[in-house]
């Protein structure tokens, strides 16, 4: 093993400082040149137009050799205008209304810059303490500035929170939270059969956090109990405790409620109080030490502003909660808020070191050791983005800039309402509008649908907006939404953050001219 | 829900282009005079100095409520220098030798900026081709370079890799799919008792995994059997396959292997081949389809150095294999990377949408939809940094790298055996050197570890260098190093991104300072 004496800096080929700064203020002028192009007329497509293997036919096909030197940075930055760019949906666009928005904003990206800069692994309070308490004084920020009960505070007793890297880590984490404390809360006996609940309109990661946990084989297992959903699209509280009651009654395990405030389809908010109430009222739920999670990955953001404080009836109530300041709080991608009001069972559930655990300074609550809240050991130091965000915006700021966009999706829906060729498909509860090409007289549903998605396509087609689908829910076949049941629909999400009203206007008119057919 | 109309970009107060210029100028200007003052004579105490609160004390209690200005950026960047970094533990020091390195470099941190300041999201190949691409061939440049099979290719008919953000969660990632695949395989009954089997020296989250999972109640539990090692801190083959015949014999389910390839203790190998061969020659478990997963989170970089060849015996018999370039290969946390030869059963294993994947895009392999492939749904542009740092080094400069480092542990290796006041604990095999103070003649154990932990303490207390403690294997009581098992060691990892020859030798000076109570 004997190599020849070199010095590091010469052998591998480090960057220097003077190098880092002048690649970095051309990378900084690039992000900058980017976002002002999907801000202007010359604006890529929205959705990527390119097709599979279009972007690897032109990598090459083995890594270099050489270092690279100062025209292979020339390279690089040609490579990403040229090959990169091209090959991207662009979720900062204002005309992206697809899906849920994902916020990036210039203070996030200078705090994920720093967070590389810095370099430092949060594992432990120990490898860095300012990474584990900025993080823990945030999150008591985000609380309060929510309205969240204080027993998710981290000064509560068994209460904090912690940055996940999305809403399926925190709905994993709360699930591995529930069976830690169901299982010592009673005895199981050697093979309980654990049930999971959420409502059919619930994001997908609930059934992969039970699949991950081993609690349900497949995303179809009836071990994850699809509650069916009211006219409204919320959970049909009735139907969850006639299910939880038959499980407990039948000697399986109710394990965990997820309840959703914003579901994906139609953004519909579960009434958390009246689940709770529902489930308060099962005895066997009751001496279970079973679990209410709420996903409120998106609308969270919402629980900022007093006009929202329904959604905030019955948090009082539940176990854990979450929600992304990256998708509508303009903290770039990834930063998913999780509290929870029974830390113990959280850590005690992930921990590998329980021993550990007995120290002092965690126990009292003084020092979180966050590798225990979550799959990952090693962490960034997440709270960076999140920190200037709210410095440089302020709530108040992220407040007026929430209810912008709510402003502007009332007004969309009411070009929807007034315009004969639309139909509105669900009732408006926040920023998203959903609604299809009404239906011709006497069409079939398979017609039905065929127009809607040819709808879509077109203005997806177009580059000059992007919007997803959603199946209406199938239980609404019994409801006064009946003909809309299982029906194909368009959501049109409006909140990236630089969506301003001519974006929407020119959206809208873009979504008539393909409704009818004209030519741009 | 009326409110005014205002225009967002007033209302949110959004940062101007030539702002986002001006202060990202400045942060590259701090983060450049951060690495500077880390190898410098002023340097910050490698080790964090600071206790428990000084930064909750000094941050405020609640979020601001109105935007920041000009002033709030000049306070924000006070902060960071004044609150920040002083309650950091400096990974990115070169006298940083604790744990594993956790490499950040300048092209990783433009890479970091990048992805940041595109802010896509790359949950399925549609949502940002590039972003899935770029991945998918740096996997196979990677997988070519360290001389990995052709199976773990993605252009083999069932290979492939993906980036995970951490080690843990590729082990997890593995655990899940070997578990689809046993399930498949074979008719195991209602309740199938799975048992997972990695070393008493493999990493604790293998246990973690088998935590998540559900196969095991707690890091004690049976299911997980960690099998002893023999002297040189591998694997011993002939105990697993003793373990796994009794458990299949037993009727319980042998589910995965987990072999470490540099464990985190002293980078010892377990020898894959054999693992393999042992494992091979025992029916059940070959008819069972049973997984090995190998860990080589820090010791992968160097599978790119022909001199360690030998670390690739085996490696096409197993199933999925991950290494962490964000350990010793320059590439700012996190970056894992996670291949396999069956990506049909770990897609299958995380897949809520079994539908979707009988498109023919995903089928042939030539589209992956990287949600799939872990935990998370979406997912950060992660394949950027990478290919900036394999673009600016080039393999040849990582392989200098790598040896630079390799003859600096060789130079510590050789002070400690020349020093009669300290005894060498281990074996070298990579970057990594195991030592203690000598123990006094007759010194019972227990004094011999207060004093190795005091000369720890006394070493990291100084600032000048961080080393982290290690207990020696136990089952070593029956082996040549019978007078080291269970005892505390120091070790010292040498692979910091700045580490150079000058630093070695003056943490070794240091260390022996320490070890004879002489003022600095």
């Not at 004084?137 to 509560?156: E, K, N, V």
């Not at 939270?177 to 609940?197: C, I, K, Q, S």
């Not at 994001?203 to 699949?211: D, L």
């Not at 609550?365 to 590798?371: K, L, Q």
């Amino acid at each position: 093993m004997a190599h020849e004496s070199h010095d590091v800096g010469d052998l591998a080929g480090h960057m220097t400082g003077d190098q880092f700064r002048a690649r970095g203020e051309r990378m900084l002028e690039l992000i900058a040149s980017y976002w002002q192009t999907l801000d202007s007329k010359g604006s890529p497509p929205v959705m990527c137009d390119k097709g599979p293997g279009w972007l690897l036919e032109r990598l090459p096909a083995a890594a270099p050799d050489a270092p690279g030197g100062t025209a292979e940075w020339d390279a690089i930055f040609s490579d990403i205008e040229q090959l990169v760019i091209p090959a991207l949906t662009h979720w900062q666009s204002p005309n992206f209304y697809a899906f849920f928005p994902c916020n990036g904003s210039y203070p996030a990206i200078l705090g994920e810059l720093l967070s590389a800069g810095l370099g430092v692994n949060g594992m432990l309070w120990a490898t860095s303490p300012a990474a584990t308490e900025l993080e823990t004084r945030l999150l008591d920020w985000m609380a309060r500035a929510m309205g969240l009960p204080d027993t998710f505070l981290s000064t509560s007793p068994n209460g904090g929170g912690c940055i996940q890297a999305t809403a399926s880590e925190s709905t994993l984490a709360a699930l591995l939270a529930a069976r830690h404390r169901v299982r010592t809360t009673r005895d199981l006996g050697p093979h309980p059969e654990f049930v999971v609940y959420t409502s059919t309109q619930a994001h997908s990661s609930v059934a992969k956090a039970a699949m991950i946990a081993g609690i349900a084989l497949g995303p179809e297992d009836p071990h994850i109990r699809m509650v069916p959903v009211k006219a409204d699209g919320a959970m049909d509280e009735p139907a969850l405790a006639r299910l939880v009651a038959e499980d407990a009654a039948a000697g399986r395990v109710p394990l965990m409620v997820c309840a959703t405030i914003g579901t994906t389809g139609i953004t519909a908010i579960d009434r958390v109080d009246r689940i709770a109430a529902a489930l308060e009222a099962i005895p066997a739920w009751c001496e279970s030490g079973a679990w209410i999670h709420v996903d409120a990955a998106h609308a969270g953001a919402l629980m900022l502003c007093e006009e929202f404080a329904h959604l905030r009836a019955g948090l009082d109530r539940v176990d854990s909660l979450c929600f992304n300041p990256h998708k509508w709080m303009l903290t770039t991608f990834d930063c998913d808020l999780f509290w929870t009001r029974d830390r113990r069972s959280l850590i005690s559930s992930m921990s590998i070191n329980p021993a550990y655990l007995k120290n002092e300074a965690s126990e009292s609550g003084a020092v979180f050791d966050y590798r225990d809240w979550h799959v990952p050991l090693g962490r960034r130091f997440r709270a960076l983005k999140l920190w200037f965000v709210l410095r440089h915006y302020g709530l108040s700021g992220i407040r007026a800039y929430l209810r912008e966009h709510l402003r502007l999706a009332a007004l969309v829906e009411g070009w929807v309402r007034d315009d004969a060729a639309f139909e509105s498909c669900a009732d408006r509860t926040m920023n998203l509008v959903v609604f299809r090409p009404r239906p011709h007289e006497g069409a079939d549903a398979a017609a039905q649908d065929a127009r809607t998605k040819q709808l879509m396509d077109a203005v997806n087609r177009s580059g000059r907006l992007y919007v997803s689908p959603v199946v209406l829910p199938r239980e609404w076949d019994k409801t006064k939404r009946a003909h809309l049941a299982g029906r194909l629909a368009i959501r049109m999400a409006i909140g990236a953050t630089l969506t301003r009203e001519h974006h929407v206007r020119a959206a809208w008119e873009e979504i008539r001219r393909a409704a009818s057919n004209r030519q741009p």
